[in-house]
């Protein structure tokens, strides 16, 4: 039996946490059909899930406006599921964690390709209704903090609302990364999305 563990923070069943995450500690082992997923609760005995219990992996990210966090979920037959991200404790971006979230989902997936096709669903993204809204308020954004600073450049003709423009649009920017990488898509396990574990 040969494991990989990955000091990498996740959230199970769709907990929410606003100050402090204490889970984190996520181990691939490989044991022939033993194989399975890990993971180390703070005060509770670790929780092991077969890859045979691996029903589908939903891979998105989020943004605060500064930077992108990455989530991979990995859902199990009896509907329980575990967010794995390269956030930190506070749930913001961990820069130091991203390659080794980036690690993880490569092995993950490695191992997951060995799954007879259509077992697993491989899913990028928000769901089709999600994206629609992330969409809609998106171009609200644009226009608010794009298009009204352009507008007013050509009335006031004052060159200092360009910087206005400027500080709009590097507002929005992320948002739109954010909305483009969560397009909902089916993907090959063999290629996990790379916009996604940047």
């Not at 629609?132 to 060159?159: S, Y």
């Amino acid at each position: 039996m040969a494991s990989t563990a990955y000091d990498l923070y996740y959230l199970v069943n769709g907990e929410r946490y606003f100050r402090r995450n204490p889970n984190h500690g996520v181990t691939l082992i490989d044991a022939g059909r033993e194989s399975a997923i890990a993971w180390h609760p703070e005060e509770a005995e670790t929780v092991r899930r077969l890859w045979t219990d691996i029903v589908s992996v939903n891979m998105t990210s989020a943004t605060s406006g500064k930077d992108i966090v990455n989530n991979c979920r990995i859902n199990f037959r009896d509907s329980h599921f575990i967010v794995v991200t390269d956030g930190g404790t506070t749930g913001e971006v961990d820069h130091a964690r991203t390659p080794v979230y980036r690690d993880f989902v490569r092995a993950l997936h490695l191992r997951l390709t060995q799954a007879p096709a259509g077992t697993i669903a491989f899913n990028a993204g928000a769901s089709e209704g999600r994206h629609k809204v992330m969409t809609v308020i998106g171009l609200i954004a644009a226009l608010f903090f794009v298009g009204t600073p352009l507008v007013l450049a050509f009335v006031v003709r004052d060159w200092r609302v360009l910087l206005t423009l400027a500080a709009g649009a590097t507002f929005v920017w992320p948002f739109w990364k954010v909305i483009e990488a969560n397009r909902p898509r089916h993907y090959d396990p063999r290629f996990p999305p790379g916009e996604l574990m940047d």
